[in-house]
């Protein structure tokens, strides 16, 4: 079992739908981060958080140390949303092996 | 602005090449890594250095070196290329370790087929 589960692993919507990517880890950690990457190979740090939630435009990072879970929501999605989100935990980080959305308009 | 530079974006080599992929960062980082993305496995870490000329091996070490002889760059070397190395390669950087410095800037990539 892989110690960072994401789900799903794919994920279409419409846009301006409220969209909901899932992280959930098995390992002690000190830090999580949500990374987006676009078609061509380019990543972007998104978030990185140790407890409660962030926000950022129509981006919003969460995270239950006690459940050992985090969610990314995206709010009113946009196609150039569509991309592949990954989850990484601890100093070394260990990634999720990442969702990839598709927004159609 | 951060900025991390991986030297080619994409680059064809023969078996049993000496392939050398170069990483430079300008932000003074203290720390950088070497990442191999294939599709199904995610990213996995090959290796990272904490400092110049300190390096600690990663998940996936086998058949990759690194060089860290200056603070922004980190090179990584594949000794005899072979074709299970073919992928894609991510370089990145952060300030250092502690939760309020954890986050790390990407390259661009480079990807590499291995013929």
């Known amino acids: 079992k892989n110690e960072v589960e994401q789900s799903p692993q794919n994920l279409t919507a419409q846009e301006g739908e409220f969209i909901t990517i899932n992280c959930s880890y098995s390992?002690?950690?000190?830090?999580l981060h949500w990374l987006q990457q676009h078609p061509g190979g380019g990543i972007v740090s998104l978030f990185m958080?140790?407890?409660g939630k962030k926000k950022h435009g129509r981006l919003i990072a969460t995270i239950n140390i006690q459940e050992k879970h985090s969610s990314l929501h995206i709010t009113a999605s946009h196609p150039r949303d569509s991309a592949v989100y990954i989850c990484?935990?601890?100093?070394?980080?260990?990634f999720g092996t990442g969702t990839r959305l598709q927004v159609f308009p | 602005d951060v900025k991390v530079t991986q030297s080619s974006r994409y680059l064809v080599k023969r078996t049993g090449e000496k392939v050398f992929l170069e990483c430079v960062q300008d932000?003074?980082?203290?720390?950088m890594f070497w990442y191999r993305q294939d599709p199904g496995l995610g990213l996995r870490l090959i290796y990272f250095?904490?400092?110049?000329?300190?390096?600690e091996k990663g998940d996936i070490p086998e058949g990759y070196s690194v060089s860290r002889e200056k603070k922004e760059r980190f090179s990584l070397i594949l000794e005899s290329a072979s074709t299970n190395q073919t992928s894609m390669y991510l370089c990145?950087?952060?300030?250092?370790?502690?939760?309020?410095?954890?986050?790390?800037?990407f390259g661009a990539g480079t990807r590499l087929s291995v013929l």
């Open positions: 990145a950087s952060r300030v250092g370790t502690g939760v309020a410095k954890n986050i790390q800037y």
């Open positions: 390992v002690g950690i000190s830090a």
């Open positions: 958080l140790s407890s």
């Open positions: 990484a935990v601890k100093r070394k980080l260990i």
């Open positions: 932000m003074d980082h203290e720390n």
């Open positions: 250095s904490y400092d110049v000329k300190m390096k």
